[in-house]
């Protein structure tokens, strides 16, 4: 597998979902374009723009730019940068501010940062006026390959992640790679854990690919490119097939069934970004597999080599404060797991890998064994 030459023509990877379909446009320098987009796509159109400090501080100009370009009226509302402000506050101000912006039915919101504000606007969005359409302009690696795509919108519960939400697709994805550029070297590793994360589960090819190719990734250009492009059309595949996770939408959340709970038991907090636990939790889902023997003990390790590699962590014992909020105690990890959106009839829901580029969905795990499991890597 090879990244194509030219990065200079935008990819487009349709998400097929009958009515509700809609396209993720890819490439360097695809922002400006994003006003004639809309036009395009809903002539006539009033829009807000909701994001965060960081990225208003190097986006918000360009974005309000390219609407008013194209004739389109727009507001703005800033919220606060991380996962305190996917919050029920959080909500209430995005909500009142998106009513006092007189944002109709027929109107557009757009949600312009990382995951945090992509998942917030989305649920707005979902629930103003009882639906309103939006678009996504991710400015995160983690946002532009998993969260901006599939429409899982919401925020966090004191009781665990992403607990209060909707399914809401949006109407466009514009996903520019340049600004993946401000982005600190820590956010575009924990964005890196989602791009690794297709390959591990149903592409050991592209996962080869990654392995001989993540260097230039972060370098930019066409590696970048076609690194999210063919992320996003592993999980549009699977979205395509199963909306709402019924049936093998599940296989996407390998290693969050872990990372959740570490990401819980952290507070949401800065010590251990979204992508971090899912790389830390990915780990622990392929040697979990390699104890019940449905892959080998090299195949847990070659996943383990490459987040390394890329300066993710991959053990408990790497996350910051490992000792503090229950991050050392199995029991208090089985507990936050068993808040998990996956549990069924309180039953645990793991995915495992029976190969790298295979994973499989698996709800009969005993909670014994995994905490056992836990106790072990807590101790190792």
Aim: hydrophobic share 45%.
């Amino acid at each position: 597998m090879t990244a194509p030459l030219n990065h200079f023509t935008p990819i487009t990877v349709e998400v097929a979902l009958g009515e509700r379909a809609y396209d993720i446009i890819i490439g360097r320098d695809v922002l400006p374009s994003l006003g004639a987009r809309i036009q395009a796509l809903r002539p006539g159109v009033r829009t807000a723009i909701i994001t965060d400090r960081t990225v208003a501080s190097h986006w918000l100009a360009a974005t309000e730019a390219s609407l008013a370009e194209a004739g389109i009226p727009t507001s703005h509302f800033i919220v606060e940068d991380g996962e305190g402000s996917k919050s029920y506050a959080g909500l209430e101000k995005v909500s009142e501010a998106l009513v006092a912006a007189r944002i109709e039915r027929n109107d557009l919101v757009i949600a312009l940062g990382g995951g945090v504000v992509g998942d917030l606007a989305g649920f707005a969005a979902a629930i103003l006026r009882r639906g309103v359409d939006f678009v996504q302009v991710p400015t995160s690696l983690l946002a532009q390959v998993d969260s901006s795509v599939g429409g899982k919108t919401g925020i966090n519960s004191p009781h665990g992640k992403n607990l209060i939400g909707a399914f809401h697709q949006p109407l466009l994805v514009v996903a520019d790679t340049a600004v993946l550029d401000t982005l600190s070297p820590r956010q575009f590793r924990s964005g890196y854990a989602e791009v690794a994360k297709y390959g591990v589960l149903g592409d050991e090819a592209f996962f080869a690919w990654l392995e001989a190719n993540h260097a230039e990734i972060v370098r930019g250009g066409a590696a970048r490119e076609h690194a999210i492009a063919t992320s996003c059309r592993a999980k549009a595949g699977v979205v395509a097939r199963d909306e709402r996770g019924d049936r093998v939408r599940a296989v996407l959340n390998l290693g969050h069934t872990f990372g959740h709970a570490l990401e819980a038991a952290t507070g949401f907090s800065d010590r251990l970004f979204h992508g971090e636990g899912v790389a830390v939790g990915m780990v622990l889902a392929a040697q979990l597999s390699a104890q019940l023997g449905m892959i080998a003990d090299s195949d847990a390790a070659r996943v383990q080599r490459h987040l390394v590699e890329f300066g993710l962590p991959t053990r408990l014992q790497d996350i910051a404060g490992f000792t503090q909020e229950g991050l050392a105690d199995a029991d208090a990890l089985m507990a936050l797991m068993a808040q998990d959106k996956k549990v069924k009839r309180g039953k645990l829901t793991f995915i495992l890998l029976e190969a790298i580029g295979q994973a499989v969905i698996a709800n009969d795990v005993e909670p014994a064994v995994v905490r056992n499991f836990l106790q072990a890597k807590l101790s190792a």
